[in-house]
């Protein structure tokens, strides 16, 4: 009988030690230590209600655990279960709400345009020529200059500089003047045919951008353009 | 007599808290209404808390939960 009597109290010890106040205020602290570390990490903006929901049973299991004294602490017990469930669901949600890092593709070398401007749209005007050494068009280019005309009143959202190159014939200070009075002279084309002057600008490059070689005669002359570049 | 009047004054004063209780956690619901902030969260957690005390007839508990849910109230949606 007396074994049974020490057993009894001894399996009711043991049931108690479960429950004591030191064993929940050490959940307790752990629900608060989760709690600080997912505020420290933009709880408040993540999951704001996953958050309070946590913060407000760590509050009221204190209230439990203070209340009660360490008897009686499954409303406690159950209140700091609850409380870290909110925590990992909050956890959960910031975990989704964080932006995935973008990998920056490696960027890839491109090689510098031979023309020496950018890769943008250029609309070549095969059929300009000018009288030799003169910026003065000749009458077989009307028809080109016409078409560009055409072309710029049907896109009216873009801008042009007009663009001209000569051969290797000459010095180069020479042929970059040249070219600058010759694109002037496209320029002041397409004006007088009724394109805005604000979308038309002129620029001379000389010898500086060939496209062929020039060394022969057809070389040369594929060199010796103008071009439309899109602005 | 003196023994009922003073349970009498005893029951409605603890009626006057409950409802004050009430009147306040209604306060706070509207102040947050449409404001999902942590702060708003809060405080309607809180207000929960406070009315679970009064249904046990925990009055002072319910009265220090309900303070708190309006701190957080009177701050949800400032930012």
Redesign the interface.
């Known amino acids: 009988m007396k074994k049974l009597i020490l057993l009894t109290v001894c399996t009711s010890l043991a049931s108690c030690a479960g429950h004591l106040p030191s064993t929940q205020k050490s959940e307790l602290s752990g629900l608060h230590s989760a709690i600080q570390k997912i505020k420290g990490s933009g709880g408040e903006q993540c999951a704001p209600s996953e958050l309070a929901k946590a913060e407000a049973k760590e509050l009221h299991a204190a209230h439990e655990i203070d209340e009660h004294g360490g008897y009686n602490m499954s409303e406690a017990d159950e209140l700091i279960a609850s409380g870290m469930k909110a925590v990992k669901a909050a956890e959960a949600k910031c975990a989704k709400s964080k932006p995935v890092p973008v990998v920056k593709p490696k960027p890839v070398p491109v090689a510098k345009p031979k023309r020496g401007y950018t890769d943008a749209e250029v609309i070549d005007l095969k059929g300009i020529n000018f009288d030799s050494n003169k910026a003065t068009l000749t009458a077989s280019s009307k028809d080109t200059l016409n078409s560009a005309v055409k072309i710029l009143k049907a896109r009216p959202s873009i801008k042009v500089e007009v663009a001209a190159h000569t051969d290797s014939g000459g010095k180069a200070s020479y042929n970059e003047y040249l070219s600058g009075l010759r694109a002037n002279t496209v320029k002041d084309y397409l004006i007088s045919h009724g394109i805005d002057a604000s979308r038309v600008s002129a620029k001379g490059y000389g010898e500086a951008y060939p496209i062929a070689d020039n060394k022969t005669r057809a070389g040369k002359a594929k060199n010796r353009r103008v071009e439309l570049i899109v602005k | 007599m003196k023994k009922i009047l003073f349970i009498i004054a005893m029951f409605s004063s603890a009626n006057v808290a409950l409802a004050d209780i009430e009147s306040r956690a209604e306060a706070v619901a509207s102040s947050v209404e449409g404001k999902?902030?942590?702060h708003?969260?809060?405080a309607?957690?809180?207000v929960?808390?406070a009315e679970e005390e009064k249904g046990q007839h925990e009055v002072s508990?319910a009265n220090a939960?309900m303070s708190?849910a309006e701190k957080h109230a009177s701050i949800a949606g400032e930012k």
Do not use: Q, W
């Open positions: 999902h902030d942590y708003a969260e809060m309607r957690e809180l929960s808390i508990v939960f708190e």
